[in-house]
Each structure stands twice: as structure tokens, then as C-alpha cells.
């Protein structure tokens, strides 16, 4: 098996595997772990019970894609070395670094505080609580801020120095290579993308429960916020979305041109090519349904301005044209059509019947995972878009990967397959399953059996039931007690 | 003038040691769970760790990703020769990682994630275990590739390095639960830290021997005046530090066979740095052919030396945070 096959290809299969998957739970908790710090702090601040009865739901949740967003993500650190050792040797000195301190500054402080985040309410008390949930939610943001920077740097590359022995060196500044030219388009655009990715899974969820039951208080909470979020965020993104493309243009022509679809120079204006079927080999985009010199005026702000094509790229220097156009494509097709749900909400909340339109709400539960969607489509886009790089210009994919037959590749990345689907599919089942339930009232935390220091409900005897035997429905009727109830008995308790 | 890449090389083994100790014995425990019995026991054993583990886990990311920025060109090599070992010990952790959150989703199915649980641990100590052998026994380098074939890390001795860290990692958690449990749970824990320890003695010593056969280098570090001096120390220190487990294991002792399992892996881990140093990929590639270049380790180093004290104070708070035994709450 597999002897024959080009081990290269299998291994960018498997990079691109693994991180897909890998990047799905990140935009989640990176979002959700913001809004858990919203809904903690405004509990802290209003003092409604429903705002920490919505914490505690989505707490569960959180749980659950934090734990698979860890364990895939420790995957992703060893593969750069396993898979592409060739790109370890030369590129670490300059992004090596930068990957020690996204170690450094945001994985320790996610997993320092996690623990306290989501057992430790009655051990720490509730403004230690808090500053555990910030440091949770700003670790993911560090987290994302270096890993950034490290792919920004490896699309558009600069402050370096070549060794001697090959490999790329650090220049005199570091600012310059963290902050290289494309990283604080593609941040903005990413963590945009993170935040509205949850808000549009909790518009979803709110959703969903809304249709079974719209007087249910919580789920009108949650879908508000929600659809603020869609209302408000979406047209941002949107604008970060051009401003970064047009920062593409600058750096990357050809991504915009298989973007774009251009395989000509248009020298006065060139269409925007709307729908069509990219034809590699006739080069050309078959049934173009194209605005004319739109492209330009978007890209251009000038309806005649010439715009190169990849007739003046060399043939191999060009990206697959295919994937980078529809993934575009279906980038920019959810994002309008959110814009489209932000909007109706926006009607609906002025006509005040935000929780009265069963087809506003179905179309939020519809758009409810297009976040993972256009994620996903939009790194396909600028991935795939660089290739055949992977560090620009510099270092090309082909020549980057590790000394390994076909037949090691291969068995590995069926591994990861098999695993992935069966593990991550299960998680993600359970996390349905836990959004299939209403929230509610007295909301209970993350629970675990009836021991140890991660009882909710600490002092209060906690009920008799056979840990090995519970069931969600059991778990649900452990009585929440308030925190502030239980305050004194716990100084009482602590040494 | 002082040397960045040493301190490099120590920051890493430190890395490295954190790792094996605090993973170690969140490992052992899941090495030791089909002993427990289902219900209480096995939620007071998980429930001891669920709030640290991935913590500790991160500790394996610096030791990594730590590698990756000082020593590029090591880690471009031990991985791709280690490489189903690596990958074994990745889904390892896939399992066991997920299992603490499944297990509590699905009480249908909590018996299979509690066997993920076990075997995932098991095949991530396993692999680390020979990992360690692998790189031990010699990788063989051309130019600045890996050169050897992809079976060339499974030999007799990493087979019993890697035995010797599922028995380390079964010590460390067996001892952990001396230290968190109590009643029948803890009486427990103190017989499987017996049998652990004297495992683990065992195969440290096997290994010991070993070492100097595997290489003639090894054998001369070891044997040779003047190094014998220096370096006689450790097995010394590690069989008098193993007695006083023993004894702290055989009396109602509750946190000391813990401290003392982490010291006897702390002489552990000396002797292998003694063994390899100056070495970070034997036999070809010393720490400073593989070092990063200076501007690197200087910004790295900065970074290191802010947060590596608040990293250690916060952990330390989580642990505080949690401390006592599993199930005190609730019950008294």
C-alpha cells in the first residue's frame, strides 16, 4: 500500500487534515471563551441569575471543544517537525521563537486557569473566578495573536537574513518580523471571524430552543446577543475582509488572480467574475457570469485601472486556480448572507419581534455552523492561494518536506482519520446533545460525579445517587447552589 | 562569556523533566485505572487530576515547541526519525485527552472511555519511553537530515526504556493518589506504588546497564576516572532516595512517597543528561551544532525570564486551589 504514491502529496494531505480539523475548535473557544467572559461579568455587574445560568451552558460546551481543540493542537506542534523537517531546520530561528512564546504567554495561562475556570468557583470565590475566565479567554487571544504572526511571516516574509548553512536568520528587529505586512489584516480578519463563528453557533442554539419554545427567557437572551453581534460585527468583518485583500494584492498578486479567477491582464479594467467553472488547462473560466471592470473598481478603486493576470506568472509559480476560486467564493457567499441575517434581525428587533419570527429564527438555525464553514473555506483560500510556497517566494512545499517514504505518510494519515472522525465526531455529537437542551433556570455547572474538587455545589451534602449509573437527567436535578451562599462556610474550610 | 546554548540545553531538560514529572503522573494514573473499581473509586482518581492535566500537558507543547526554537535542526531531525513513535504518542493523547470530558458526557459508554483513557496513556508513555531509547541509542544523520529508516528506533533496549517509563509514570500516579485519596482508595494506591516502584527500580537498573553497551562512549562517561567521580553520585542518590520511598510508602505516609518518586526521576533524568551530554542527537549532533542562532536564543531567553516565573507562580496557585484530598467537600 502506498508504495509508488508521492509522499509529499500524502503529507500536505495530512497537514491539511489536521489542521482543518484543528482550526474548527479554536475559532469556537477563541469566540466562546470571550463570551463566557461577557455573560460572567455581566453577572458580576446586573447580579441576573440569567446571565450566569447562560455562563454555566455554555460552560459545558466550552468544556468539551476545549479539551478537543487541546489535544489536536498539541498534534499540529510535533507535525511541523515530523512531516516537514526541511522547513523546521530553516525557518526556526525565525518562527521557532514565536511559537515558544505563544507556548509561553497564552497556552500555560488557558491551561493554568482553565482548571480554576471551570471547577473552581467555590474554592477561589467569584471575583478570582472572573480573573481565571479573563485570563482563559485572553490566553486565547495571545494564542491566536503568535500563531498568526507565524503564518503572516510565512506569506509575507521579511527582517530575515539567509545563513550560511541555508537557514533563514533573524534580522536586527524582531518588531519587524512579528509585525510583518500582511499579520494585522489577517489577525483582525481571523479573530473577527472566531467571535462572529460563536456568535452565530449561539444565535443558532437561541434559535433552535426559540422555534420549540419562544417564550423561554434564556434562549431570547442568548439569540439578542447574538443577532447584535451579527448586526453589528458582520459589516466590519466585511470591510477587514477588502482591506486584506487588498493587502493580498499587494504582497500576493497571484492569490487575488486565482481569487479572482483571472487567468488574463485585463490593461483596461478588469471584470469581477461573479460565478463560472475555472478551466486550468484551457485557461480561461467557462460560463463566466462577470460585472464588468467591477473587479478593478473593487480592487483598484478605479474602474480602468489594468490588472495583471496569471499570464504573467510563470506556470509554475501559479496556485490551483479551482480551489482557491470557489473557496473564495463560498467564503464571501456565507459572509454576505450573514450580513443578510444581521440585517433581518435588526428589522425584526425595530418591529419588536425579534422573538416572534419563526423564519428569522429558522434562518439563523440554518446559518448557524457557517462560521466553521467560511473559516475553513477562508484558510483554504489563502493557504492553498500561496502554493506553491510555503514560505513565499522563498521556500517552495515541494522542497520543505521531511526525509519520509511514502508507506510511514500514508499509514499515518490514515491514523489520523480514523481517529479524528471517531473522537471528534463523538465530541461534537455530545456537544449537540448538550445544546439540544434547553437552558434554563439553575443551570448546573460542569459536574463530575458526586466527589472531589470539582463538586459545584461543595458544602450542602451533595445527593445520593450511584456515580457509575448518572445520566444527564440525574446530573440536571444536582441543586445549584449559589455561590454567595456557600461563602462562609468556605473560609470556614480553608485552612 | 557565558554559554546561551548550555542555558538553552538546561531550559529544555527542565522543560522536559516538568513534563515527565507533572504528565507523569497524570499518565500513571490512567496506566493504573482498570485497578480501580468503577464508580467512586475511578471518579476520584480522574477527578484528582482533571483540573491540572492540561496544564501539564503544556508542559509537553514548551518541551516541543521549545526544542523547535532552540534546537531547529534537533528537532528536525529526532522527529522524522522517531516518527510513528511520535505519532503513536500523539493519538495516545488524543484518547486520554478527550476522555475526561467523554467520559462524564456518555454514562452509557463511560467504560469505553475509561479503556481510551488506559490505552491512551499506556501507548503515550510507551512511545515517550522509547522515544527516549531511540534517541539514546544513536540516530543516524546525513548532512542535516535524518539518514536511517523508519523502523530503525524499534530495538530490544527502547523496548525496555519504554517499559521502564510506563512503571516510572505508574510510580508517580500510584504515589499521587496516595497523596489525594484516602480510606480504602489510598491503601490502594499505596500496594500499586509498591509494585511500581520496585518495577520501576528494576528497569532503571536493566536500562543502566545497558547504556553501557549501547554505546562505548556511554560506557566510558561512566567508568573512567576522572568522570566516575562526578557522576557516581547519581546512582547513589538514586537507591537511597528509593529506600526512603519504600519505607514512606510502608508507613502512613500521605505526600512524602510523591516528593520522593519526583526526586528518584529528577536522578533519573541527570543520568540521562550525563549519558548524552554534549550530545542533543546522538552520536553526530552536539547542542551547538544544532543551537539556534544567538539573536534567537537572546529574545527567546527574555521572554523565558519573564514568564517563566509567573508561569511557575500560577500553576502553583492552581494547585494550591485544588488542594487536599479528593472528596473531603461534601462528605465530612
Known amino acids: 500500500m502506498f508504495e509508488g504514491t508521492d509522499a509529499i502529496l500524502l503529507a500536505r494531505i495530512q497537514f491539511a487534515f489536521t489542521v482543518s480539523f484543528h482550526f474548527i475548535f479554536p475559532a469556537f473557544s477563541i469566540g466562546l471563551a470571550s463570551y463566557l467572559a461577557v455573560l460572567e461579568g455581566l453577572w458580576l455587574k446586573t447580579g441576573k441569575p440569567v446571565y450566569m445560568d447562560l455562563f454555566k451552558y455554555w460552560l459545558k460546551i466550552f468544556a468539551i471543544a476545549f479539551a478537543m481543540g487541546v489535544v489536536s493542537g498539541i498534534v499540529m506542534s510535533y507535525q511541523f517537525g515530523t512531516n516537514w523537517s526541511v522547513f523546521s531546520d530553516v525557518a526556526g530561528p525565525v518562527i521557532g521563537p514565536l511559537m515558544a512564546y505563544e507556548v509561553l504567554t ?50 509575507t516574509p521579511v527582517g530575515y537574513e539567509i545563513g550560511a548553512n541555508g537557514q533563514f536568520l533573524p534580522g536586527d528587529s524582531w518588531m519587524e518580523i512579528i509585525f510583518n505586512p500582511s499579520f494585522p489584516y489577517r489577525l483582525f480578519h481571523t479573530v473577527l471571524a472566531a467571535y462572529l463563528t460563536t456568535a452565530f453557533v449561539v444565535g443558532g442554539v437561541g434559535a433552535w430552543h426559540l422555534l420549540k419554545d419562544r417564550t423561554n427567557g434564556h434562549a431570547r437572551r442568548m439569540f439578542s446577543m447574538a443577532m447584535w453581534m451579527a448586526a453589528l460585527v458582520v459589516p466590519v468583518q466585511i470591510f477587514a475582509g477588502d482591506l486584506h485583500g487588498l493587502n493580498t494584492l499587494e504582497h500576493q498578486p497571484q492569490k487575488v488572480m486565482a481569487m479572482e479567477g483571472h487567468y488574463e491582464s485585463h490593461p483596461d479594467g478588469a471584470p469581477l467574475i461573479l460565478f463560472g467553472i475555472p478551466d486550468s488547462d484551457a485557461r480561461e473560466v467557462k460560463y463566466a457570469v462577470e460585472i464588468p471592470k467591477a473587479s478593478s473598481l473593487i480592487l483598484k478603486h478605479d474602474a480602468d485601472a489594468p490588472l495583471d493576470g496569471l499570464d504573467t506568472i510563470p506556470l509554475d509559480e501559479q496556485p490551483p486556480v479551482g480551489i482557491v476560486f470557489w473557496s473564495f467564493r463560498i467564503m464571501v457567499g456565507l459572509g454576505f448572507a450573514m450580513l443578510g441575517v444581521g440585517l433581518w434581525s435588526l428589522i425584526a428587533r425595530w418591529r419588536g419581534k425579534l422573538y416572534d419570527w419563526p423564519w428569522l429564527h429558522k434562518a439563523a438555525l440554518v446559518m448557524g455552523p457557517s462560521g466553521f464553514v467560511a473559516v475553513i473555506a477562508g484558510w483554504i483560500t489563502t493557504e492553498v492561494g500561496r502554493q506553491p510556497y510555503v514560505i513565499y517566494n522563498l521556500l517552495r512545499t515541494a522542497d520543505a518536506a521531511s526525509p519520509l517514504d511514502a508507506p510511514a505518510v500514508g499509514s499515518s494519515l490514515i491514523a489520523f482519520v480514523v481517529v479524528y472522525f471517531a473522537v471528534f465526531g463523538t465530541g461534537t455529537w455530545y456537544i449537540l446533545k448538550l445544546m439540544s437542551q434547553p437552558p434554563h433556570a439553575h443551570e448546573t455547572g460542569v459536574k463530575r460525579g458526586d466527589t472531589g474538587p470539582i463538586r459545584t455545589a461543595g458544602i450542602t451534602p451533595g445527593p445520593t445517587q450511584d456515580p457509575g449509573n448518572l445520566s444527564p437527567d440525574s446530573l440536571s436535578s444536582i441543586e445549584y447552589v449559589e455561590p454567595q451562599d456557600i461563602e462562609p462556610a468556605r473560609k470556614e474550610d480553608g485552612e | ?181 484516602d480510606g480504602e482508595g489510598q491503601a490502594h494506591a499505596r500496594k500499586l506504588g509498591k509494585i511500581a516502584a520496585l518495577a520501576t527500580l528494576a528497569l532503571m537498573a536493566g536500562v543502566s546497564l545497558l547504556n553501557l553497551f549501547v554505546r562505548p562512549e556511554y560506557s566510558d562517561r561512566w567508568l573512567t576516572a576522572p568522570e566516575l567521580y562526578w557522576v557516581a553520585p547519581i546512582p547513589i542518590a538514586t537507591l537511597i532516595v528509593a529506600g526512603f520511598m519504600w519505607h514512606a510508602l510502608s508507613r502512613d505516609r500521605h505526600s512524602k512517597p510523591f516528593w520522593l518518586a519526583l526526586l528518584l526521576f529528577f536522578f533519573g533524568t541527570a543520568g540521562v543528561g550525563v549519558t548524552i551530554w554534549p550530545y542533543v542527537a546522538p552520536p553526530d549532533l552536539t547542542i551547538w551544532e544544532a543551537a539556534a542562532p544567538v539573536r534567537s536564543q537572546v529574545f527567546m531567553l527574555i521572554g523565558v525570564a519573564i514568564t517563566m516565573p509567573l508561569i511557575i507562580a500560577y500553576t502553583a496557585w492552581a494547585y494550591w486551589v485544588f488542594r487536599g484530598k479528593v472528596g473531603d467537600e461534601g462528605y465530612h
Open chain 1, 106 to 155: 497564552a497556552f500555560f495561562l488557558e491551561a493554568g486557569f482553565l482548571g480554576v475556570m471551570l471547577f473552581g468557583m467555590n474554592r477561589v470565590g467569584k471575583k478570582l473566578h472572573y480573573v481565571a475566565t479573563l485570563m482563559v479567554a485572553g490566553g486565547t487571544f495571545i494564542s491566536a495573536f503568535w500563531i498568526l504572526s507565524v503564518n503572516s511571516w510565512m506569506q
Open chain 2, 1 to 181: 562569556m557565558i554559554d546561551l546554548t548550555v542555558i538553552w540545553a538546561f531550559i529544555i531538560a527542565f522543560a522536559i523533566f516538568a513534563y515527565v514529572v507533572m504528565d507523569g503522573f497524570d499518565l500513571g494514573i490512567g496506566i493504573l485505572f482498570p485497578s480501580f473499581a468503577p464508580g467512586r473509586e475511578r471518579d476520584r482518581a480522574m477527578n484528582s487530576i482533571a483540573p491540572v492535566w492540561d496544564g501539564n500537558e503544556t508542559w509537553l507543547v514548551l518541551g516541543g515547541g521549545g526544542l523547535f526554537a532552540a534546537f531547529p535542526l534537533a528537532y528536525a531531525i529526532i522527529l522524522p526519525a522517531t516518527y510513528p513513535l511520535i505519532i503513536a504518542m500523539l493519538l495516545g493523547l488524543v484518547f486520554r485527552g478527550v476522555a475526561f470530558e467523554y467520559r462524564w458526557r456518555d454514562p452509557s459508554h463511560r467504560r469505553f472511555w475509561d479503556a481510551a483513557f488506559t490505552g491512551g496513556s499506556l501507548i503515550a508513555a510507551m512511545a515517550q519511553g522509547m522515544i527516549l531509547g531511540a534517541l539514546l541509542q544513536g540516530i543516524e544523520i546525513d548532512g542535516r537530515a535524518y539518514a536511517g529508516s523508519w523502523w530503525d528506533w524499534l530495538t530490544p533496549y527502547t523496548l525496555l526504556t519504554g517499559l521502564g517509563t510506563v512503571a516510572g509514570y505508574a510510580l508517580l500516579g500510584a504515589t499521587w493518589l496516595v497523596w489525594k485519596l
